[in-house]
């Protein structure tokens, strides 16, 4: 038996052998991790001027090399950034979760920044835009306390795009408005060049109110920018502007700037594009042979959108020439393509949800917190659980006791809408697209006026349509009211694009949100059938 004395005696003992080993285990790991980091800091040295290289040098270390947890992750970072400045498209994010892991786990908030940035951009690429836009916002916060100027900018500049390809066109202006004044801050040209370039171009998506200042933005970017020598951001900002002055019917200096895009592209990829480009103003500008021209170059590409745009002004130049037989075949082609970019679109997963830079939850080993977090889970779970299965009983209800079924023939009301006051001045809207001589007098656009009018027309020759409506879709709104009613007519997507100031795609996507989020249908169910068969 042991006295107390040596019960101490033994425990001191073990303590010490204890500080001894892990003292010789973290000096036995931080030489390896000196030998293995020459390599990664080589890699991240190479980074910014010559990714291939960094590609290469990661590409040749063994994972059995990387044998500390500090040198996973940092090599997981670093892969995952240099795929990304090779325009290699990442389909699985397992490799950079290592890295956000570790760098949580230790609080680094230097690299937290980066870690979160780039896991963004793997599921950006994904086009899991909904959750990207959350990392990205994750790592601006980490980014300003831990003051990485340029690596704001870059996510201030990602968070933008995501709202700008989703139509938020709003909260993608407040985003590159913070990423001006951050650029300017730090006398950031090339960032600021990129904040005023994409502000001037959610000016033009905003509408005619905003072109002036859509004018201004990119002619200061434009003016900024030939100081430096980034093509693909010149010939940007020179497709903006074309697009601007096209829709402003100044054709001169429309065909000017498409020119000029079109010069300073160095990816052969994007020659479609710019082909595209020059074709449109030449069509607004009635240089038909030109445009005829430039369109069926556009048409060397494996976009369907492009296509879809090029055959779709083809089908118009037919038809004005009198050319009946091609214009039918080649609607045919425009609405094939139409079709495959519409379906290629409904992949992506969109956001409606805005994000501001509000910091992330903070991480706590606290076994306290922990518990409370798991509980908390639980409790969110049954509260969802109750929530669905009251969802269910109220659906069913509402099946139980909804209201007779009212009988719409479409094709009578379509042709009973072209009486309508509303009818003649969308059709008004339609003829003005054509006539692009300065003396033509200022586009028409729908009021609200013109947009209660509609709903009142349609209630008339539908008695009680609107009211039936809202009875099975409690959750629209007038504007959705509005929507659906232009939907009874006889206009193709084309057409109410023009009339409503918007392109074919957001036409799509405005009626698969309706129908997914306020109908509680499938999004790829038949609208004009949901909003007749009630």
């Not at 007779?404 to 042709?415: A, L, T, W």
């Amino acid at each position: 038996m042991y006295t107390t004395n040596q019960i101490l005696i033994k425990m001191k003992q073990g303590i010490y052998v204890t500080i001894w080993l892990i003292s010789f285990l973290l000096l036995n790991s931080c030489t390896r991790q000196h030998n293995h980091n020459i390599l990664l800091v080589q890699a991240d040295s190479l980074m910014e001027e010559y990714p291939d290289s960094a590609l290469h040098i990661l590409e040749s270390i063994e994972s059995q090399q990387l044998t500390v947890h500090a040198d996973r992750a940092y090599y997981a970072l670093l892969l995952t950034q240099a795929r990304d400045k090779n325009y290699i498209v990442q389909t699985d994010d397992s490799l950079i979760r290592t890295a956000v892991q570790y760098y949580d786990s230790i609080g680094d908030v230097q690299m937290q920044a980066k870690a979160y940035y780039h896991w963004g951009g793997v599921l950006r690429d994904q086009r899991n835009y909904s959750h990207a836009l959350n990392l990205y916002v994750n790592a601006s916060y980490y980014a300003k306390n831990s003051e990485r100027s340029k690596l704001l900018s870059l996510i201030y500049n990602n968070i933008g795009n995501i709202y700008y390809q989703e139509n938020h066109y709003n909260n993608a202006d407040s985003i590159y408005q913070l990423m001006q004044q951050q650029a300017t801050l730090q006398k950031d040209t090339i960032n600021l060049v990129e904040a005023l370039s994409k502000r001037g171009s959610i000016n033009i998506e905003k509408g005619k109110a905003h072109y002036q200042q859509a004018e201004s933005l990119l002619l200061q970017a434009s003016e900024l920018a030939r100081h430096f020598s980034n093509n693909m951001l010149k010939a940007d900002i020179a497709s903006s502007l074309s697009a601007l002055y096209s829709r402003m019917q100044k054709n001169k200096e429309a065909i000017k700037y498409a020119k000029e895009n079109f010069t300073l592209l160095t990816d052969t990829v994007l020659y479609a594009k710019g082909y595209l480009l020059l074709g449109d103003v030449y069509y607004k500008a009635r240089l038909y042979d030109s445009a005829h021209l430039y369109f069926n170059k556009a048409l060397h590409t494996q976009e369907y959108i492009t296509k879809a745009n090029a055959y779709m002004r083809l089908a118009d130049i037919a038809k004005k020439l009198n050319k009946l037989e091609e214009s039918l075949e080649l609607e045919r082609l425009y609405s094939a393509y139409r079709d495959s970019a519409h379906n290629q679109f409904l992949s992506i997963s969109p956001t409606n949800i805005f994000y501001s830079p509000t910091p992330p939850k903070s991480k706590s080993d606290s076994p306290l917190k922990r518990w409370v977090s798991y509980i908390s889970i639980c409790i969110l779970i049954t509260g969802c659980y109750l929530l669905i299965k009251r969802y269910k009983k109220v659906s069913s209800d509402r099946e139980k006791y909804s209201i007779k079924p009212i009988e719409i023939d479409i094709e009578k009301v379509k042709g009973q809408l072209q009486e309508t006051t509303f009818y003649g001045k969308a059709k008004s809207i339609l003829n003005h697209q054509d006539e692009i001589s300065p003396k033509s007098t200022e586009k028409p656009e729908l009021t609200n006026d013109d947009q209660k009018l509609l709903i009142k027309e349609i209630n008339c020759l539908i008695p009680e349509y609107t009211s039936h409506l809202r009875k099975n879709f409690p959750a629209l709104n007038d504007k959705d009211i509005f929507f659906c009613c232009i939907h009874l007519s006889d206009f193709s997507i084309q057409e109410l694009g023009i009339i409503l100031n918007r392109t074919p795609n957001s036409i799509y996507k405005r009626r698969s949100g309706i129908l997914e989020k306020k109908m509680k249908l499938n999004k790829n169910d038949n609208f004009v059938k949901a909003i007749t068969s009630i």
